[in-house]
């Protein structure tokens, strides 16, 4: 496999995983917790086999001659590593069935894992959306249609898309999570049914008191519950993607304007 190819397989299971993973109970809390530190591994996978084009960006970060776009994108790397280190970090801190022994209770953490949980769907649709062009190529090499075909088709899924990702941005606890930080208490607070419920998953995970008979139901419920989030979580990236190109497209536009007038 070519190494753009394993990149870009390699981007679909971010988004894919991003997505499945924040909602704690879809599976699991245990496949929550672990699946997250594989994700925040694949993107550090993400990170080691873009280092070449970060080792030669970097130098140049604060030149005049760099591309706008490619500042833009080395800072929401950089950015999404931040996010990602900050998800990992504050998600071991209120493990409740991993790395117990290192675990904290303290509210501070659960905020930071919301946050930085939402600021990465943000983060992840800027970085889809600055490789629209590469990825419409692709799609294009794979996908033989005619363009008076494929347009239309293209601008009513990109309208559904967005439709349905706006309505999950404001619907969804997405912006509840951006505000976290900035609320005004700050004392702890006693245990909610959510904790409770938390805890209570988690010993029957560890003791393994769940019987095998409800093992088929408990399978399809996680099954729609992933498709679920998928749907929803993807759409917010993917929303995020759809304006990042949009205004990129605008902005060229703009451009092309200007040196032809």
């Given at each position: 496999?070519?190494?753009?190819?394993?990149?870009?397989?390699?981007d679909?299971?971010?988004?894919v995983?991003?997505?499945?993973?924040?909602n704690?109970?879809?599976?699991?809390?245990?496949?929550?917790?672990i699946?997250?530190?594989?994700?925040?591994?694949?993107f550090?996978i993400?990170?080691?086999?873009?280092?070449?084009?970060?080792k030669g960006?970097?130098?140049?970060?604060?030149?005049?001659?760099?591309?706008?776009?490619?500042?833009?994108?080395?800072?929401?790397?950089l950015?999404?590593?931040?996010?990602?280190f900050?998800?990992?970090?504050?998600g071991?801190?209120?493990?409740?069935?991993?790395?117990?022994?290192?675990?904290?209770?303290?509210?501070n953490?659960?905020?930071?894992?919301?946050?930085?949980?939402?600021?990465?769907i943000?983060l992840?649709g800027?970085h889809?959306?600055?490789?629209?062009?590469?990825?419409?190529?692709m799609?294009?090499k794979?996908?033989?249609?005619?363009?008076?075909?494929?347009?239309?088709?293209?601008?009513?899924?990109?309208?559904?898309?967005?439709?349905?990702g706006?309505?999950?941005?404001?619907?969804?606890?997405?912006?509840?999570?951006?505000?976290?930080?900035?609320?005004?208490?700050?004392?702890?607070?006693?245990?909610?049914?959510?904790?409770?419920?938390?805890?209570?998953?988690?010993?029957?995970?560890?003791e393994?008191?769940?019987?095998k008979t409800h093992?088929q139901?408990?399978?399809?419920?996680?099954?729609?519950?992933?498709?679920n989030?998928?749907?929803?979580?993807?759409?917010?990236?993917l929303t995020f993607?759809?304006?990042?190109?949009?205004?990129?497209?605008?902005?060229?536009?703009?451009?092309?304007?200007?040196?032809?007038?």
């Amino acid at each position: 496999m070519k190494k753009k190819h394993f990149k870009m397989v390699l981007d679909i299971l971010m988004l894919v995983g991003v997505a499945l993973f924040y909602n704690k109970l879809t599976v699991s809390l245990a496949f929550h917790e672990i699946g997250g530190l594989v994700i925040c591994g694949l993107f550090l996978i993400h990170i080691g086999l873009n280092f070449p084009w970060i080792k030669g960006v970097t130098p140049r970060i604060f030149s005049k001659k760099l591309p706008l776009k490619t500042r833009i994108g080395f800072i929401i790397n950089l950015l999404l590593l931040i996010s990602f280190f900050m998800i990992a970090l504050s998600g071991i801190m209120i493990s409740k069935t991993i790395l117990t022994q290192i675990s904290s209770r303290a509210l501070n953490w659960k905020t930071i894992h919301y946050f930085a949980s939402s600021v990465s769907i943000i983060l992840l649709g800027i970085h889809i959306g600055l490789h629209a062009n590469y990825i419409k190529g692709m799609v294009k090499k794979q996908f033989h249609i005619s363009r008076r075909v494929r347009t239309p088709i293209i601008v009513v899924v990109l309208m559904m898309v967005m439709g349905f990702g706006l309505y999950n941005v404001v619907s969804t606890s997405f912006t509840k999570w951006l505000a976290m930080p900035f609320g005004t208490t700050t004392e702890r607070r006693p245990p909610t049914d959510s904790d409770r419920g938390d805890r209570v998953e988690a010993n029957n995970q560890i003791e393994g008191l769940k019987s095998k008979t409800h093992t088929q139901p408990v399978m399809e419920t996680s099954v729609v519950k992933g498709l679920n989030q998928e749907t929803i979580f993807s759409s917010m990236i993917l929303t995020f993607a759809l304006f990042t190109a949009g205004i990129e497209s605008l902005i060229k536009r703009r451009k092309s304007v200007t040196k032809n007038a």
